[in-house]
């Protein structure tokens, strides 16, 4: 029986496509594909089970094994969940690791239930290998990086533009101490992916924001990184009150929306103080203990005084951790690497606009 195939096309990513994701969770949760659902051929269980059949007795063993533990009812809800997300997206593509034994054997079961839907051809692994090209593609192309002291609001210009390169929003982490997302973080492969699709529609110049090669837990793919390094630059400068503002509505407005949002007022109030204070706590050797101490004092007081309504108190911890922690952890930095050329130093609007024109002026570029 020759059941239809599809090729392993990023474009199915950039149209929205629903992928239906057969192989088991923990598959899965190591790393899927963008706009991909998990509906799995077997369970973590059965996948173990399985894959020993076929390691001590071979490909046949490891199938009859297979057949037996997904028949009856098993076999029938699984089969139920496809095709109720057929009902809901009935242009989705199904997909296994490599396109091979577990997505026919859905597309199978399915036709016998009278539903006919491809496959794609290699499966995840065809899938990433082009995504991770084209990363490695777009290490080539021309790019501005943006750089500026904490609460300069650099990644509100690189989300700007419409070549901008959000790298911090692949990764769901703000790139410091206090920049973790309260969701969890994506893997390093999903981090990939995102960050691979957001590459597919640009391909002239890019704008991204300067990083160090690790974000929260995900890294910069390596060939990328090197593009970014010697790229020319442009510098951010805000006065400290404005930086002030930013850092605050960035580490406690927006912050306690999500956790308000995703937990309740309770627990997210909770869940949001533990993480602020966790994360103070780890600047320990930065800081050193006296600092740390009345950092955390102050901070202590700060949400007190919030729970009482005045939501501004927390800037008593704030602006000593922008002047005596992020800035001089910049400066050391820009002393660090002088041989950086900065096209452009002004202000937030400055810096927009600088951003504009350069991208422009790389298009026309290429188009003469």
Wanted: aromatic share 8%; with cysteine.
């Amino acid at each position: 029986m020759k059941l239809p195939l599809v090729p392993a096309d990023p474009a199915l990513l950039v149209e929205g496509r629903t992928l239906i994701d057969v192989r088991a969770p923990v598959e899965f949760a190591q790393g899927s594909l963008p706009g991909a659902v998990n509906l799995p051929l077997m369970n973590n269980e059965e996948r173990h089970q399985v894959g020993i059949a076929y390691k001590e007795s071979g490909q046949q063993a490891a199938i009859a094994l297979g057949e037996r533990l997904v028949s009856g009812e098993i076999k029938a809800a699984r089969i139920e969940a496809w095709k109720r997300q057929l009902e809901a997206a009935p242009d989705a593509i199904i997909y296994c690791f490599r396109g091979g034994l577990r997505s026919q054997i859905a597309q199978r079961w399915l036709l016998e239930a009278g539903v006919e839907r491809p496959r794609i051809e290699g499966g995840w692994k065809a899938m990433r290998q082009a995504l991770c090209a084209r990363i490695d593609d777009a290490a080539a192309q021309p790019m501005l990086v943006v750089g500026g002291l904490t609460g300069c609001a650099k990644t509100s210009i690189v989300q700007a533009l419409d070549n901008g390169l959000d790298l911090e929003g692949c990764a769901r982490h703000k790139g410091s101490a206090f920049g973790r997302h309260p969701l969890i973080a994506p893997s390093q492969i999903d981090f990939e992916h995102a960050m691979g699709l957001r590459l597919l529609s640009l391909h002239g110049p890019l704008v991204l924001e300067d990083e160090s090669r690790h974000i929260g837990a995900a890294n910069i793919p390596l060939e990328f990184w090197r593009g970014m390094e010697p790229a020319p630059r442009i510098r951010v400068e805000m006065p400290l009150d404005w930086r002030l503002n930013q850092i605050h509505k960035d580490y406690i407005d927006d912050l306690w929306t999500i956790y308000r949002n995703q937990f309740g007022e309770r627990l997210g109030w909770s869940l949001m103080r533990k993480q602020l204070s966790t994360a103070l706590g780890r600047l320990k050797k930065r800081l050193g203990s006296a600092r740390l101490a009345r950092l955390q004092r102050l901070q202590t007081l700060a949400f007190r005084e919030h729970e009482a309504g005045n939501r501004q108190a927390h800037e008593a911890w704030l602006a000593p951790l922008l002047t005596e922690y992020y800035d001089p952890m910049y400066r050391y930095q820009l002393e660090k690497h002088t041989e950086r050329r900065f096209l452009h130093v002004g202000d937030w609007d400055s810096c927009l606009e600088f951003a504009r024109a350069w991208s422009q002026q790389q298009r026309d570029g290429v188009a003469n």
